[in-house]
């Protein structure tokens, strides 16, 4: 299948920023994390595979629960996301961790090998998301489950649109196309159980996760992490004049304000859990 080199040079590119920030998202999102544990039925001895892993989250997150007689295998189609999880494996000393370079939509695993997959923050970036959970389904145990997390919509999200809205102001920003890869592809209620449902899976569900967004950070460096993770804010900063950036930066910071806390940030965010079961009977 033909990839879109444009896409993985835009990713490769926030990889060393994923990577240095990696703490920061494993704090912010781990009650996602905890979610799709919950949701996918994640305990000790399980094999599971977490699906665009990026820098090893929630891979790394699930390795503790699986524990020693268990498995988490991390897939993620940009090397420099991979290599970043593999040293971060390395540094916690999990030995029952893998990742390789792969494509959703194709996995190089055989078929029910996994009790559980799980994606956060993925599956709407997927060139082709039916084939992408195809394939999930496929590598799952007959009567295992599937938990994918996607963000609700922009306006409960503040983490997104406290920046975001502030720069469009000084940009033509038109929202993308309703199925173009985005953060917010999956945001409308049923879409994405649709999906799940169409590919074959079974008892598919949905429910809204509300939590708290939290960092251990200044507005100063959540201005960093934000715009260094987002490529596509990140070209839109570029192509700002001096003057117009310092102008946004300084309403962003302002902006901030009412989400700063004397522990660092913290902002109330809205996640759906979609999930699913693979026809069958269960296997151990």
């Known amino acids: 299948m033909q990839r879109d080199q444009a ?3 835009r990713w ?8 240095k920030h990696r703490e920061s998202i494993r704090q912010m999102f781990a009650p996602v994390t905890q979610a799709l544990i919950e949701e996918a039925r994640i305990d000790n001895g399980l094999a599971v595979l977490d699906v665009a892993t990026g820098p090893g989250e929630p891979a790394l997150g699930i390795a503790a629960v699986v524990g020693p007689g268990g498995r988490i295998v991390g897939i993620d189609p940009i090397p420099e996301m991979v290599a970043a999880a593999r040293r971060s494996a390395n540094r916690s000393g999990f030995r029952n961790t893998q990742f390789e370079v792969a494509f959703a939509d194709d996995l190089p695993f055989a ?7 799980v994606s956060r923050f993925g599956i709407m970036f997927a060139p082709s998301p039916g084939d992408a959970v195809r394939e999930m ?20 999200n503040p983490f997104f649109h406290a920046l975001s809205r502030v720069i469009a102001r000084y940009l033509d920003s038109p929202p993308p196309p309703p199925d173009a890869p985005d953060a917010f592809r999956f945001a409308a209620s049923g879409k994405l159980r649709k999906i799940l449902s169409d590919a074959g899976a079974i008892g598919s569900s949905e429910r809204l996760l509300r939590f708290t967004i939290e960092a251990q950070l200044s507005a100063e460096e959540f201005w960093a992490l934000r715009t260094e993770m ?39 965010g ?3 859990i979609v999930s699913a079961t693979k026809s069958g009977p269960l296997v151990a």
């Not at 001096?242 to 109330?268: C, D, I, N």
């Open 7 to 9: 896409v993985i040079d």
């Open 12 to 19: 490769s590119g926030a990889a060393p920023y994923w990577e």
């Open 111 to 117: 078929a029910d090998s996994f009790d559980a997959v």
């Open 137 to 156: 389904l496929r590598v799952l145990k007959p009567g295992r489950k599937l938990a994918l997390a996607v963000w609700h919509v922009a306006e409960s």
């Open 230 to 268: 987002s490529d596509s804010l990140r070209q839109k900063i570029a192509s700002l004049s001096p003057e117009q950036l310092r102008e946004a930066k300084r309403e962003v910071l302002e902006a901030m304000g009412e989400y700063s806390t004397t522990h660092g940030m913290s902002f109330p």
């Open 270 to 272: 809205e996640v759906l």
